[in-house]
Every structure is written in C-alpha cells, then in structure tokens.
Nanobody, 126 residues
Framework: QVQLVESGGGLVQAGGSLRLSCAASGRTFSGYTMGWFRQGPGKQREFVAAISSGGGFTYYEESVKGRFTISRDNTKNTIYLQMNSLKPEDAAVYYC???????????????????WGQGTQVTVSS
C-alpha cells in the first residue's frame, strides 16, 4: 500500500513556473513507476508524466514535453514535477499517482495507476 500527498500547487501567471511535490509512504515506493495526472474543468483525468522506479526512464504527454520535468528522490520517497512556461490550458487539479502502467482505453494508448493522491490545484492566469 502506498499513500500519496501532493503539495506545491497554486496560482501562477502564464509563462511562470511551479514545482509540485508528492510525498509517498510505504516501503514499496522505490519499486514503483510513479507519475502525475491532471484533470481540468469539465475534462477527464489525463496522463501528464511518469518516471520509472530507478528514475532512468521518463515519459511525457505530448503537450508538456520540453516544459515539464518529472524527477524522484527515492531516499526521500518523493517525486516532483517541475512545470515551466505554464499555459492557461495547464490549469487543473494535479494528481500524484503510484504504480503507473501503460494501458489501452478505447483503442488509445495511455497510462493507469493503482494509487492516487488527493490532488493539488494549479491555476494559470492569462
């Protein structure tokens, strides 16, 4: 079992930056691929980024490539999402996710997760 607690959300102007953190409890943290998802107003939750258990592989949703960076510190049981050049369309509730794995939904490749945090709000003003 893994429990996840996000922090770092807030209000930022377009073009600005935020860093989200996710503190995990549970001895199996370092063995899981971890990730971030987001859900904007009136939208379904979508995959944002993932990082392999050792941190050697990262995966990003196309629209955030080059702007967002996912990282992890297994000594601190924490993952991060550095978000730069934020756009109004990045505004959403961001969820930390544990045990992320690829899946297919309605014929479309995406990712799923077994564990979820409570979410942290990111608001981007234009």
């Amino acid at each position: 079992q893994v429990q996840l607690v996000e922090s770092g959300g807030g209000l930022v102007q377009a073009g600005g930056s935020l860093r989200l953190s996710c503190a995990a409890s549970g001895r199996t943290f370092s063995g899981y691929t971890m990730g971030w998802f987001r859900q904007g107003p009136g939208k379904q939750r979508e995959f944002v980024a993932a990082i392999s258990s050792g941190g050697g592989f990262t995966y990003y949703e196309e629209s955030v490539k080059g702007r967002f960076t996912i990282s992890r510190d297994n000594t601190k049981n924490t993952i991060y999402l550095q978000m730069n050049s934020l756009k109004p369309e990045d505004a959403a509730v961001y969820y930390c996710a544990g045990k992320v794995a690829p899946t297919v939904v309605a014929g479309r490749s995406t990712y799923s997760a077994d564990y979820w945090g409570q979410g942290t709000q990111v608001t981007v003003s234009s």
